[in-house]
């Protein structure tokens, strides 16, 4: 996102949570994992593999982190997959800034599971890893992780989807849950946050899942493609809220998928429930200030790409690395040491506030 404002105010939380209690890693304990001398030469280059452009804030992520590495004195090398190959183009780029010598790789994974060899190669190579936004899984050779708390974001989702529901009057009330795309870890990182605040109301009865679909293999929307939600809600909504049916939420899990919930449910000519989303994009900004999409989770992009830049100096300068959390991010072979901002849930009756410094958005939620 683009959000000078909110940036400040989550580096100044996630620094308060620094202070609080959070430990460091000294640059040479973890700098190629080899114990070889602390920093490097302050133009040497760092690499940052992205995901496909699959939403504003990849597309945003990408021209921060060549503008900030540059004014920082780096030398970048900047890709994005393509859609159509991501995640063989991803390794391709990964191996590719290896052989260029980056000294720092910042990956923000097309699929977390299948980047083990390119990150063991990076290793090998004397690179250091940071996983970004999303975590890279089963592998020893991960340095660090710099993201949002998504744990969080799933539990804001969850109770924003209760909260909307409960303004709209008295339940018991029948929902439908969506979760990401599997190949991506954060998928079920949201979804089981979601689920800490949902299952309890689900198990006593004050909230159905009408179509009995819970799992998250059911719920998944692949690639995170809009089109697939819209297909799937279709079909929920031919096969479960015929008639007079209603259905009072839907949890999404970002705001892409949401506005295609929203155009699937507009179409059945049935009335808008509440729905969640993250991202804090325009179109759904529109959306909630309008009444018909009902939260966001705003994760500022600025103050992630910056975290992430400040962790690429701290390491060439040989200094330690700031980390707030070495214990909830088991990839499968490690505890990688964390660094986490926290999230803001974004609604109609606090948007002004949230975005009242944005450029872009302060406008719309003013309106």
Do not use: H
């Not at 998504?150 to 909307?164: C, F, P, T």
């Not at 279709?234 to 008639?243: C, E, R």
Request: aromatic share 6%; glycine share 10%.
């Amino acid at each position: 996102m683009r959000r000078t404002a909110l940036a400040t105010v989550a580096l100044a939380s996630a620094a308060a949570l620094v202070l609080a209690g959070c430990s460091s890693r000294t640059a040479d304990e973890t700098a190629g994992g080899s114990g070889e001398e602390a920093g490097f030469a302050a133009d040497s280059l760092v690499g940052v593999a992205l995901p496909a452009k699959t939403s504003e804030n990849w597309v945003l992520a990408g021209d921060l982190f060549t503008e900030g590495l540059a004014d920082a004195g780096f030398e970048s090398d900047v890709q994005y997959a393509a859609a159509s190959g991501t995640v063989a183009d991803q390794q391709s780029q990964i191996q590719s800034m290896v052989t260029k010598g980056a000294k720092v790789i910042i990956i923000g994974a097309a699929d977390g599971s299948q980047l083990g060899t390119q990150v063991a190669a990076a290793k090998e190579a004397g690179a250091t890893v940071i996983a970004y936004d999303r975590l890279i899984l089963n592998t020893e050779d991960l340095d660090y992780y710099v993201a949002y708390d998504n744990a969080e974001v799933g539990r804001l989702q969850g109770q924003a989807l209760l909260d909307g529901m409960a303004a709209k009057g008295e339940g018991p009330y029948t929902i439908e849950l969506f979760s990401g795309s599997p190949d991506d870890a954060n998928s079920a990182v949201f979804f089981n946050g979601a689920m800490e605040v949902l299952q309890p109301a689900i198990d006593s009865g004050d909230v159905v899942v009408g179509s009995g679909q819970t799992d998250i293999q059911q719920t998944a929307t692949q690639g995170w493609e809009a089109e697939n939600a819209q297909s799937r809600m279709d079909s929920l909504l031919t096969s479960t809220y015929t008639g007079d049916t209603q259905l009072d939420g839907v949890l999404s899990p970002n705001d892409n998928l949401a506005r295609a919930i929203i155009t699937s449910v507009k179409g059945a000519g049935k009335d808008i429930p509440v729905v969640t989303g993250q991202d804090s994009e325009v179109e759904s900004v529109k959306s909630i200030m309008a009444g018909e999409q009902y939260s966001t989770i705003n994760k500022d992009t600025r103050a992630l790409v910056a975290k992430a830049i400040e962790m690429a100096e701290q390491l060439q300068k040989g200094e330690d690395v700031d980390v707030n959390d070495e214990e909830s991010y088991d990839n499968g072979s490690k505890i990688v040491p964390a660094f986490l901002l926290p999230p803001v849930i974004v609604t109609k009756e606090n948007a002004a506030e949230a975005y009242a410094n944005d450029p872009t958005l302060g406008p719309i939620a003013e309106g």
